[in-house]
Antibody
Framework: EVQLVESGGGLIQPGGSLRLSCAAS????????LSWVRQAPGKGLEWVSV???????YYADAVKGRFTISRDSFENTLYLQMNSLTVEDTAVYYC?????????????WGQGTLVTVSS | EIVLTQSPGTLSLSPGERATLSCRAS???????LAWYQQKPGQAPRLLIY???SRATGVPDRFSGSGSGTDFTLTINRLEPEDFAVYYC?????????FGQGTKVEIK
C-alpha cells in the first residue's frame, strides 16, 4: 500500500528556516515524480515544487531561490528545505506522488504538515 | 500560466440532488489534461477524475467529468451525505500545474 507521511512542520519566525520530511512506503521515491503542494488556511491548493525521477527539480516562482526539494533513496524520504520564510508561506504542506506517465496528476497524498510563520 | 476559474463558489443542495460544477481555463488545456479532486475538512485532496472524464480507482459512478478545451464540468448525480465537500479542478498539461480556487458543495 502506498503511504506518504509528512513531518517537520511547526511555528517559525519570519526569516527562519524549516525542513519538511515525507516518508514514503509502498513505492521507491527515486523511481517516482514527487511534488510538494501547499494550502494556506481557508484557501486553495498551490503547487510548490517537484523532483523528477532523474533528479531534476523545479519550483513555483513564489518559492524559487528559497526552497530546495531533495530526496534520500536510502531513507526513501522526500524533503523540502524552506529558508527565508515569510508569513505568506503559512500553509499545510502536502507531499504528493505523480502518476507514472502524467507527472503532475497526483494520485497519492500525505496527510499534510502545518507550517505557521509568525512573530 | 493557465488560470482556472471555478463556479459557483458555493453550491447549496440537498442529498439526492444533482451537482454541476464548472471549471473554465484561461487557455486551452492540451489533451484534456484536466483533473478533479475532492477535499473534506482536515483531509488531503482525493483524486476523482483525470483526463477530463476518466474516474480514478474506487470512485463511484455517480461522479462524471466532461468537457474539453477551456470548459470542463464535474457532475455528481444523486448526492450522498459523504459528497458534501470542496472540489478542485487542476490542469496538469502546462507548467506550472495549476488549480482552481474550489467549489464548496454544502448541505441545503
Amino acid at each position: 500500500e502506498v503511504q506518504l507521511v509528512e513531518s517537520g512542520g511547526g511555528l517559525i519566525q519570519p526569516g527562519g528556516s524549516l525542513r519538511l520530511s515525507c516518508a514514503a512506503s509502498g513505492f521507491t521515491v527515486s523511481d517516482n515524480y514527487l511534488s510538494w503542494v501547499r494550502q494556506a488556511p481557508g484557501k486553495g491548493l498551490e503547487w510548490v515544487s517537484v523532483i523528477y525521477r532523474g533528479g531534476s527539480t523545479y519550483y513555483a516562482d513564489a518559492v524559487k531561490g528559497r526552497f530546495t526539494i531533495s530526496r534520500d533513496s536510502f531513507e526513501n524520504t522526500l524533503y523540502l528545505q524552506m529558508n527565508s520564510l515569510t508569513v505568506e508561506d503559512t500553509a499545510v504542506y502536502y507531499c504528493a506522488r505523480g502518476h507514472y506517465f502524467d507527472w503532475f496528476l497526483f494520485n497519492s497524498w500525505g496527510q499534510g504538515t502545518l507550517v505557521t510563520v509568525s512573530s | 500560466e493557465i488560470v482556472l476559474t471555478q463556479s459557483p463558489g458555493t453550491l447549496s443542495l440537498s442529498p439526492g440532488e444533482r451537482a454541476t460544477l464548472s471549471c473554465r481555463a484561461s487557455q486551452g488545456v492540451r489533451s484534456s489534461f484536466l483533473a478533479w479532486y475532492q477535499q473534506k475538512p482536515g483531509q488531503a485532496p482525493r483524486l476523482l477524475i483525470y483526463g477530463a472524464s476518466s474516474r480514478a480507482t474506487g470512485v463511484p459512478d455517480r461522479f462524471s467529468g466532461s468537457g474539453s478545451g477551456t470548459d470542463f464540468t464535474l457532475t455528481i448525480n444523486r448526492l450522498e451525505p459523504e459528497d458534501f465537500a470542496v472540489y478542485y479542478c487542476q490542469q496538469y498539461a502546462g507548467s506550472p500545474t495549476t488549480f482552481g480556487q474550489g467549489t464548496k458543495v454544502e448541505i441545503k
